[in-house]
């Protein structure tokens, strides 16, 4: 006998309509990615969940390995690491399509988990996100704190420290000098004195959590990779970490920041250090009075910036060009003609010269070419869905422009592994930002603000070392047997200490 149920047509009915409308979703979502995937730029395939991870955690540093990648899959490649889109940008065409055509499109930044936490919640200039918080930091960096006249009254301060680095040095002809140790110390120290005036008790404290914090930020949070799981930040550890080390620094800072207002009336303008600097602005009428005053906290931020984003980078340069002139015994001997006729005469060196130094600007310049202290400049991300090179980028998008791959690309310098710097003679490239081929302090409206304060505390050292030693490796280790190993980090360090010694030639 057949089973009859009245409504069993009815079910059948309802059954196959829901199976249709959930057959139909699914092609329409297919239909969508399949578009979405044919408007995104290259990238290898994705897997569930994890995306690309996959290919870009390897044991090569990330702007290695992405150079690898990018050599397969083109200048402007889309990856998804996790849940968030990433564009790697390899070329300068790219770079200038992100960085200029669409600058306004692509300065911002993203909200990473441990940025945010050491910056006061992103309020600073580096990781501030763009708009009007952002400007008014950035006008009173370049206006006031960073300006050609800032930086030429800090001058005492650098002549002074450089000159006890050459008698540190003196004393130890003949033995090995660990320069590492020396140059780093060097520059948190002219750092320090041009943020806080006299030498801080704090001085070893802060710098060594200043080292630490940096070297969190170089590592990639899962928890940033997946921002719609709340509870991953929780879990972090480095998070955990971080957050001690900003309460170390905040607490160093604020006694800092309590010790100038107490004595702020005394300071006359020659000696203003940053700090005195940023309490006047913060008391001037504008500031105090207006919606959005200057706090205790984006001073704090402010000085946290100039340390992480100027001393690292500049002590990288110095070394990367001394272990390249190493390596390149003809460099070095080229540089220290120079160096030694430019201030032979007066019999010491100091800065009213260094404008004369034209081959050691070009050393420079070749060393950031080839190690540039940020190879990834620091990460943007786009405001909006935008159109580049014919693809779509979506909005909320991470950017990471690959400098030091660009830097190297065979097809925009000639026997780019070589270190080179005659090929800057007679050439107009400049790191101002405008030739893309070569961007180590970045370009656009993000571009670094620090290019004039920077310098001088490269050239200065190297002017020093060049024109007072020779400089042999230890162990009669051979020249070009130098290792020239990079560690992992947000700046481009020297794996190995570099580890030399002096001879005498000016005393
Ligand atoms: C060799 C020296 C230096 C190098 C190679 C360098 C490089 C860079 C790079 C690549 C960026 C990111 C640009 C971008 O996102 O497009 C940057 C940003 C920045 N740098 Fe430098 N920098 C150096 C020295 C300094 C110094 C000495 C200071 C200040 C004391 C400084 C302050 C900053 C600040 C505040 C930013 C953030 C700008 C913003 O987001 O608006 N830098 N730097």
């Not at 910056?119 to 708009?131: E, L, P």
């Not at 990367?320 to 003609?337: C, D, F, H, L, T």
């Not at 009213?352 to 080839?370: A, P």
Request: aromatic letters at 10%.
């Amino acid at each position: 006998m057949e089973l009859y149920h009245p409504f069993s047509n009815i079910i059948i009915f309802i059954v196959s309509f829901l199976f249709l409308l959930v057959l139909l979703k699914i092609v329409k979502r297919w239909s969508y990615n399949n578009s979405m995937i044919n408007l995104l730029p290259p990238g290898p395939w994705t897997l569930p969940l994890i995306g690309n991870i996959h290919q870009v955690i390897s044991r090569s540093l990330p702007h290695h390995r992405f150079k690898i990648l990018a050599d397969k899959y083109g200048p402007l490649m889309h990856l998804k690491l996790g849940e968030v889109p990433y564009l790697i940008v390899t070329s300068p065409t790219m770079a200038k399509e992100i960085m200029k055509t669409h600058d306004l499109n692509f300065c911002d930044r993203p909200n990473l988990l441990l940025s945010t936490i050491f910056t006061y919640n992103a309020t600073d200039i580096v990781f501030s996100t763009y708009g009007e918080h952002w400007r008014k930091l950035r006008k009173i960096c370049v206006e006031q704190l960073l300006s050609v006249k800032r930086v030429e009254s800090f001058r005492f301060i650098r002549e002074e420290e450089v000159s006890d680095l050459v008698k540190s040095i003196f004393v130890s002809e003949g033995l090995i000098v660990n320069l590492t140790q020396k140059i780093s110390s060097l520059t948190y120290g002219i750092v320090a004195r041009t943020a806080f005036g006299k030498k801080s008790k704090h001085q070893q404290a802060f710098k060594s959590a200043i080292e630490q914090v940096l070297s969190l930020l170089g590592g990639i949070c899962i928890s940033d990779l997946y921002p719609s799981i709340k509870i991953l930040p929780k879990m972090s550890r480095a998070k955990t970490k971080l957050e001690k080390l900003h309460r170390q620094l905040d607490m160093i800072l604020q006694d800092i920041i309590d010790g100038h207002k107490s004595s702020h009336s005394e300071v006359c303008k020659d000696e203003e250090d940053l700090v005195d600097a940023l309490i006047k602005i913060q008391q001037e009428n504008d500031y105090s009075q207006s919606q959005n005053p200057l706090t205790d906290d984006n001073i704090k931020s402010i000085i946290q910036d100039m340390f992480a984003a100027g001393s690292e980078t500049s002590s990288g340069v110095v070394l990367w060009a001394i272990s390249e002139m190493i390596k390149n015994p003809k460099v070095m001997e080229a540089a220290q003609v120079e160096v030694r006729r430019v201030f032979d005469k007066k019999g010491y060196v100091d800065e009213t010269e260094l404008h004369q130094l034209i081959y050691l600007r070009n050393v420079i310049k070749e060393t950031l070419r080839l190690h540039p202290s940020v190879p990834l400049l620091v990460p943007r991300e786009s405001r909006e869905k935008c159109q580049v090179n014919g693809y779509e980028i979506p909005a909320k998008t991470r950017i990471v422009v690959n400098v030091w791959a660009i830097g190297r690309d065979q097809r925009y310098w000639v026997e780019a592994e070589s270190f080179k710097p005659s090929r800057f003679v007679n050439n107009p490239i400049d790191f101002k930002g405008t030739n893309f081929e070569y961007i180590p302090f970045g370009a656009g409206r993000r571009i670094c603000p620090g290019i004039a304060f920077g310098l001088p505390n490269i050239e200065l050292p190297l002017a020093q070392l060049l024109y007072h030693f020779d400089w042999k490796l230890p162990n009669k280790m051979k020249n070009e047997d130098l290792d020239m190993t990079e560690s992992f980090g947000i700046t481009l360090r020297r794996k190995n200490d570099l580890c030399l010694i002096p001879f005498t030639r000016r005393p």
